[in-house]
């Protein structure tokens, strides 16, 4: 019987990672749910193991780029593991949704779902700061995606097996991406409802577009280029 696979980054969500996995466990009964603890400080991992998760403890915090390396590993040594929904830890996103991401690949119409995020929700900053990315990230690419940066995303056993470079820091989203399109994989978007707890300070939401916006057209060129070798 395939099996369904719930992969949950986490530092530092003491307050949130109780709620997020009962969650998770009423929506996705029977499901394979594994916290990747990244050098949390709290009682993240200790909760976590409370509610019957699988807990895989990093002993520094090396990112979210690395937890999900780490998650990814997990899931392709078990064979009948058919989909991992990735999911935030901090209660972004509602786990419910992900049954919106599963559904996708169990008709086998992607090998890769990204949430897409209602913009209306979004605060301005963010906002703007998403289409930027998104505008750069489509012209460099020649994709019509709708959202490029939600951390929401399904992948089916072939994306699992495919995708190794998951980035790191704020260029997480975009490196998966481009992994699912350099490796021919179909990719769908389903909307996702998003909750917004904090709004970056300007200057850091500065730096932040210009770095993912620079990676985004670095990696898009690689990209370009690599198609004209090709022919």
């Known amino acids: 019987m395939k099996k369904v696979g719930i992969l949950l980054p986490a530092y530092n969500e003491e307050k949130n990672i109780e709620k997020i996995l009962r ?3 009423n929506y996705f009964p029977g499901a394979i749910i594994v916290v990747v603890d990244d050098g949390s400080k709290d009682k993240t991992a200790k909760i976590a193991a409370k509610e019957g998760a699988v807990v895989i403890k990093h002993q520094k915090n090396l990112g979210k ?4 390396k780490t998650g990814f590993e997990f899931f392709r040594k078990i064979k009948d593991v058919e989909y991992v929904i990735v999911a935030d830890s901090d ?3 509602l786990i419910e949704d992900g049954k919106k991401l599963l559904e996708v690949l169990k008709a086998g119409k992607a090998d890769f779902v990204m949430g897409r995020r209602e913009w209306k929700d979004v605060p301005f900053p963010h906002r703007l700061g ?3 990315w998104r505008t ?3 012209l460099m690419f020649g994709t019509h995606l709708k959202d490029t940066n939600c ?6 056993r072939k994306a699992l097996e495919r995708i190794e470079n998951t980035g790191g820091g704020y260029i997480i989203e975009n490196s998966l991406l481009i992994e699912a399109l350099k490796k021919g994989l179909r990719i769908e978007q ?6 917004y707890k904090n709004v970056s300070k300007l200057l850091r939401g500065i730096r932040m577009v210009l770095g993912i916006l620079i990676f985004i057209i670095k990696e898009g060129l690689k990209y370009r ?3 004209l070798a090709e022919r």
Not at 151 to 156: A, I, K, P, R, T
Request: hydrophobic share 50%; charged share 10%.
């Open 190 to 195: 389903v909307p996702v409802r998003v909750v």
């Open 151 to 156: 951390g929401f995303v399904g992948l089916n």
């Open 225 to 227: 280029l690599s198609l």
């Open 91 to 93: 209660g972004q996103y």
């Open 130 to 132: 998403n289409f930027v």
């Open 65 to 68: 780029g690395e937890a999900l």
């Open 23 to 25: 969650n998770a466990k």
């Open 136 to 138: 750069a990230f489509n």
